[in-house]
């Protein structure tokens, strides 16, 4: 039984759900558990489940994929066994008590592959202010299309170039979307200039102790403690990269 509202923080905040469907659980064994993700769960603020696909298969044999028709190498993720496993998901989490007592619940299903559009900040942004995510980590060769096509709301690839699976990219977009959520981070002033909150915007370089070190030197204007033009300096610095 999930315990969503014996917790102050969910008064103050909403609190986020992550299904992750793969069929190499064991990858996310340690990603999780540790830092900002850590804290956040230990929070509350959003609940990382993983699930086995090969729960949902039907054979005595857990085949989750098979090989494509016309030809050609490597296996396909199938797609009765991945609508199968999201339908569950989901009626899991809108037979929810807790999940009913809320005014909406945004679910979005998400396919990793390298197929799919280009992951950036402004779809972690958009994912941030989700109520429910469900992940589908795309395999080997690939999946069968029409789990693109009919099963997932958006398919998403990590960057231009080719894993062996969705797991990797799938911790991806946790850490990031999660980083976002309300209450996660201790300074939420940190967040405001942080690199790709604009497109085309990465933040100013940054300095700390030692004042020198090597003959290499802090930059004199942020040791002025003229805000406004250690302001503009950083803008500029900004700009230019």
């Not at 199938?78 to 009626?91: G, L, M, Y």
């Amino acid at each position: 039984m999930e315990v969503w509202l014996k917790c102050d923080y969910f008064v103050k905040y909403k609190r986020m759900k992550i299904d992750i469907l793969t069929i190499f659980p064991d990858m996310f064994k340690g990603p999780f558990d540790e830092s900002i993700l850590r804290r956040a769960q230990d929070k509350l603020l959003v609940k990382i489940k993983i699930h086995n696909l090969r729960d949902w298969t039907e054979d005595k044999h857990k085949s989750v994929d098979g090989r494509p028709y016309g030809g050609g190498p490597g296996m396909i993720l199938r797609v009765d066994v991945v609508d199968r496993a999201i339908k569950n998901i989901k009626s899991q989490t809108s037979n929810s008590k807790q999940i009913q007592n809320l005014k909406s619940q945004k679910t979005k299903v998400i396919l990793l592959s390298a197929k799919g559009k280009k992951y950036n900040q402004q779809k972690v942004q958009e994912f941030s202010k989700l109520d429910h995510l469900i992940l589908v980590c795309g395999h080997y060769e690939g999946v069968d299309q029409r789990i693109a096509d009919y099963l997932v709301d958006k398919v998403v690839s990590v960057g231009d170039y080719v894993l062996t699976g969705g797991e990797l990219p799938a911790m991806v977009v946790v850490d990031s979307v999660v980083r976002l959520l309300p209450g996660v981070l201790g300074d939420k002033s940190s967040l405001k200039e942080e690199s790709h909150t604009k497109p085309g915007y990465v933040e100013y370089p940054q300095y700390t102790r030692p004042e020198e070190y090597k003959d290499w030197k802090v930059p004199e204007i942020l040791l002025s403690g003229n805000h406004a033009e250690i302001e503009k300096w950083r803008q500029e610095k900004a700009k230019k990269k």
